[in-house]
């Protein structure tokens, strides 16, 4: 009885970590690591989208002011579009500018879609209508 006694005295009096402590410690770092990464990656590609998304959005009303301030034209397929910022915010942005007479003959209104890309891909559109006055 002695003899065991010694044993668990000479274990309770060894302080310190064991290695598979230290083990698990750092498994759970890890784990809170990867976590924390992933959601710092979502929120970066959120802000860039948003960020895409209101500077087309800005764009599209832009456009349509400066069709609606254009003269109308009658039977017109599209308008021109307004020059797009050269800053880099604008970087591979364009719009394209479509017209469709809602009826036939042209009476004097215009339904106005703009669509906005960057890069080949659509982003936003935007529909709105032009009247001759």
């Not at 397929?77 to 880099?88: D, L, M, N, R, V």
Request: charged share 20%; hydrophobic share 40%; proline share 3%.
């Amino acid at each position: 009885m002695r003899f065991w006694q010694k044993i668990m005295n000479i274990y309770r009096r060894e302080s310190g970590i064991t290695f598979m402590e230290t083990v698990i410690a750092l498994a759970i770092l890890g784990t809170v690591s990867v976590c924390f990464l992933h959601g710092l990656t979502t929120a970066s590609k959120s802000v860039f989208i948003t960020d895409e998304h209101s500077t087309a959005e800005s764009l599209a009303q832009s456009q349509m002011a400066w069709v609606k301030d254009a003269s109308y034209s009658y039977n017109a397929t599209s308008y021109s579009a307004a020059p797009i910022p050269g800053g880099k915010d604008y970087r591979q942005y364009s719009a394209t500018v479509l017209a469709e007479p809602l009826h036939t003959p042209d009476d004097g209104l215009q339904k106005i879609t703009i669509t906005i890309e960057r890069s080949g891909k659509g982003i936003f559109n935007l529909a709105g209508y032009k009247v001759n006055r």
